[in-house]
């Protein structure tokens, strides 16, 4: 079942934005199946970013995801990892369309809220990375026969 790993970063946490946050996966229907409050250690968030190591802001981007405590989350569903991106919105906030989390939200880019995984291999990767075994719970939500017919 695909599956995706998303992350209120530590100015969502800062700002207050965590229930706001969580409550739009809520709402829409995905299936919470991993939460918990963590300050990231530097090796975990390069390892998390390491396609991005080559770029001029990575050193900044490092610094700004362990500035503080983030909010890790795992959400499973059928196509969440495309849907949560559409949740989400575009990187840059100032181009994310309203009624986007970034596009509600946020102003830029270096302080854009949230992270959602690219695709359903690197969600795997993702929560096997920030998940350890046993912080992962499968659940059958009551709801279910209500979502999906
Ligand atoms: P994530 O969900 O966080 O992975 O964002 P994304 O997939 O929309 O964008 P991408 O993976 O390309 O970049 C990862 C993160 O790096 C972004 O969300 C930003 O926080 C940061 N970032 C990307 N481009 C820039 C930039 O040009 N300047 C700065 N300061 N940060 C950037
Ligand atoms: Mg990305």
């Known amino acids: 079942v695909e599956e995706t790993y998303i992350?209120?970063?530590?100015?969502?946490v800062q700002r207050g934005l965590?229930?706001?946050?969580i409550s739009r996966f809520e709402k829409k229907g995905f299936k919470l199946t991993g939460l918990k409050l963590?300050?990231?250690?530097?090796?975990?968030?390069?390892?998390?970013?390491?396609d991005l190591q080559a770029k001029p802001f990575f050193p900044k981007l490092i610094q700004y995801i362990t500035s503080g405590p983030v909010v890790c989350m795992a959400w499973e569903g059928v196509g969440v990892v495309a849907s949560a991106r559409?949740?989400?919105?575009?990187?840059?906030?100032?181009?994310?369309?309203?009624?986007?989390?970034?596009?509600?939200?946020?102003?830029?880019?270096?302080?854009?809220?949230?992270?959602?995984?690219?695709?359903?291999?690197?969600?795997?990767?993702?929560?096997?990375?920030?998940f350890k075994e046993g912080e992962v719970c499968s659940w059958a939500p009551v709801q279910e026969p209500w979502l999906r017919e």
């Open 7 to 12: 992350m209120v970063k530590p100015d969502g």
């Open 18 to 21: 965590v229930g706001e946050i």
């Open 38 to 50: 963590f300050q990231c250690p530097k090796e975990l968030a390069e390892e998390h970013y390491k």
């Open 86 to 130: 559409k949740l989400i919105g575009a990187t840059n906030p100032l181009q994310a369309e309203p009624g986007t989390i970034r596009g509600d939200l946020a102003v830029q880019t270096g302080r854009n809220v949230i992270h959602g995984s690219d695709s359903p291999e690197n969600g795997k990767r993702e929560i096997g990375l920030w």
